[in-house]
């Protein structure tokens, strides 16, 4: 086993790579959304993380966002666009809602808030969902709906003092391709070369 070159391109393709190898297997067993979620915890919070703005806590520690100067400025750049003009949003998808929740008590079949989700907005900014996204990852604030699963439904505390929740649900299959998405926009991201040239030379 070679050792990872990068967690901006070299780590996430080895996820995706995984989720590919494992996905009939996965699907056969009724577990392809559990091995999506095992994928996108690793796969888009670890390049996330290293290469995402500063937002109050410091950079990330690998200092990779200095390291790929321009791999974290193209991701500034995508953050600050409308989501559903962004490379992450598929434009056949229809389930992607958001929605604030008071209380994360009981089943979400009996959660107010989540009876009363929109479609995301025009205005929603691609940092306000993959930071939701992230949260929710991070935190083990991920719920589901239906049996088999018809929604995952991921949560991010707002505020502490009055508990409220920012929550976005989503079908697993519209998951799956955002994910798909996000390695894509990995892969494209400006590396330097002799990192490149280091990961093709072990994967010879």
Request: glycine share 6%.
């Amino acid at each position: 086993m070679t050792g990872y070159h990068n967690y901006i391109k070299d780590f996430p393709r080895r996820c995706r790579d995984i989720l590919a190898i494992a996905g009939k297997p996965a699907l056969s067993r009724g577990r392809e959304v559990t091995l999506t979620l095992m994928v996108a915890s690793a796969g888009f919070i670890v390049p996330y993380e290293r290469l995402k703005p500063d937002n109050g806590w410091g950079n990330h520690p690998s200092g990779d966002g200095k390291r790929f100067y321009d791999a974290a400025a193209e991701l500034k750049l995508v953050l600050d666009q409308p989501f559903l003009s962004s490379r992450f949003w598929t434009k056949t998808s229809s389930t992607w809602h958001v929605g604030r929740l008071a209380s994360l008590t009981g089943e979400p079949d009996s959660w107010e808030g989540l009876r009363e989700r929109k479609p995301i907005s025009r205005e929603k900014k691609v940092y306000t969902v993959l930071n939701v996204i992230r949260n929710a990852l991070a935190h083990g604030n991920i719920w589901t709906q239906g049996n088999p699963i018809e929604s995952i439904i991921f949560v991010s505390a707002v505020a502490k003092v009055v508990p409220v929740f920012a929550f976005l649900s989503v079908a697993p299959r519209e998951f799956r391709d955002f994910l798909e998405n996000w390695f894509d926009f990995l892969t494209d991201l400006d590396i330097p070369p002799e990192l490149v040239f280091e990961v093709l030379r072990d994967a010879a």
